[in-house]
């Protein structure tokens, strides 16, 4: 299908006097592919994605076609894999106790370990140029040089955070959320002399995070997701809290979009106003979900035991990709350059197929019938269909969202 110009859409299936919940919202599952036991992580590089998948290393799958993901390497790590970061021809990977494992992945189909360096607990990694960073539990920020990927060697350590559980680095800072205390910001301008010269105190302390331009997003478990200013690294201030159904485990930004993934799914909030961010979009995830990562209109959930699932959100009318399955046993209505199509009568099940066209007020701005629509007039906004299938049996209505922009 190609990219709407006119008039776009974004469809989904509401919560209307349905006993079982619709499970997405503006968001649609793409491509699926199961890993080894547990996906915690993953980073994206080119057309494959590198997955930290816990009792078996580092996964390797293809994303050319998103539609259609297929493993094409695996490496085995000593420990537990928690969290991975790419970096050039190499994967670096926080593999628990053994600390941080160097992964070759010039042949994506042959990943190998090529160096470990031993640290307490790693569970977090962020790469810059020649070190990796390692946000190591119970035992603060490790400093790590790999120049020499093959003979990883530590160079700094900056203690607190005492709870580090992952990292991102930005503008000489390396962003440590300590899981019991909130934010740390610690200057790695002197990579072998890593010092603390920010905090900001948090409620539930952190848990994930991504960091953009003048703020971090940190995700802090059971309460949700703190926006952070850090436009003076010194001084971090709390601009905005977003509260999640589940347990707030990681978040990722792309444009103006933030793609944030808790114990329920993925959730899409629009951040165009740090200070009043607005959720879009959700999909319900049948694993726990654990990492994001965001690319080319496609987000990358590593979904714990429901291992790699990769999404699209619809709500700014991105280009479909092409030759997916949609993920639904429902004819939903589609908007393309004017024209609402909805889906013929369902003569199995005894329906009569009927439906209106209603405003956010509930009002009725048209009647609608199977096949092709005219809505080519419609101001640009939300509107609602709602199908009443008159059955023996008295179903209730389905109610679904269309929004038309120009």
């Not at 680095?169 to 205390?181: K, Q």
């Not at 009043?276 to 959700?282: I, M, Q, W």
């Not at 939903?332 to 909805?342: E, H, S």
């Not at 009002?363 to 005219?374: P, W």
């Amino acid at each position: 299908m190609s990219r709407f110009t006119a008039v776009t859409f974004c469809l989904i299936l509401l919560l209307v006097g349905i006993a079982s919940a619709a499970d997405s919202l503006n968001v649609r599952l793409v491509g699926h592919c199961a890993t080894s036991s547990s996906a915690m992580d993953l980073a994206l590089r080119g057309d494959f994605a590198y997955i930290a998948d816990w009792d078996s290393g580092l996964q390797v799958v293809s994303i050319a076609d998103p539609a259609h993901p297929v493993e094409v390497g695996h490496c085995n790590t000593s420990n537990k894999a928690y969290d991975v970061a790419v970096l050039g021809s190499y994967a670096y990977v926080a593999d628990g106790q053994s600390g941080l494992c160097v992964v070759s992945i010039a042949d994506p189909a042959n990943p190998t370990a090529v160096g470990y360096c031993q640290t307490y607990w790693a569970s977090g990694v962020a790469v810059e140029s020649s070190y990796a960073y390692i946000a190591d539990y119970t035992n603060g920020l490790r400093v790590i040089s790999v120049a020499n990927p093959n003979v990883p060697v530590e160079v700094g350590h900056c203690y607190p955070p005492r709870n580090a559980s992952s990292v991102a680095v930005a503008e000489s800072c390396a962003y440590v959320p300590d899981y019991d205390d909130g934010l740390r910001v610690i200057s790695i301008s002197k990579p072998a002399h890593p010092v603390q010269i920010g905090f900001l105190a948090l409620p539930v302390g952190g848990a994930g995070l991504d960091v953009k331009g003048n703020y971090a997003y940190v995700t802090d478990g059971d309460s949700g997701v703190r926006i952070i200013s850090v436009a003076d690294p010194t001084r971090p201030v709390e601009v905005e809290h977003i509260i999640t159904f589940g347990s707030a485990n990681a978040a990722a930004l792309s444009g103006s979009y933030l793609y944030v993934v808790d114990g329920t799914g993925l959730r899409v909030i629009s951040v165009t106003d740090p200070a009043n961010p607005l959720e879009l979009g959700y999909y319900d995830t049948p694993g726990n979900a654990e990492g994001v990562a965001v690319a080319a209109h496609h987000a990358y959930v590593a979904d714990g035991s429901g291992g790699l699932e990769i999404f699209q959100y619809s709500g700014d009318g991105v280009e479909e990709t092409p030759n997916v399955d949609l993920r639904t046993t429902n004819p939903m209505p589609t908007i393309v350059r004017g024209v609402l199509m909805l889906g013929a009568e369902d003569s199995r099940q005894n329906t009569v197929y009927g439906a209106e066209l209603l405003n956010t007020a509930g009002r009725k701005v048209a009647d609608l019938h199977s096949g092709a629509n005219d809505v080519s007039r419609l101001a640009p906004d939300v509107y609602f269909v709602r199908s009443g299938p008159s059955t023996v049996g008295h179903q209730p209505s389905a109610v679904t969202e269309v929004i038309v922009t120009r």
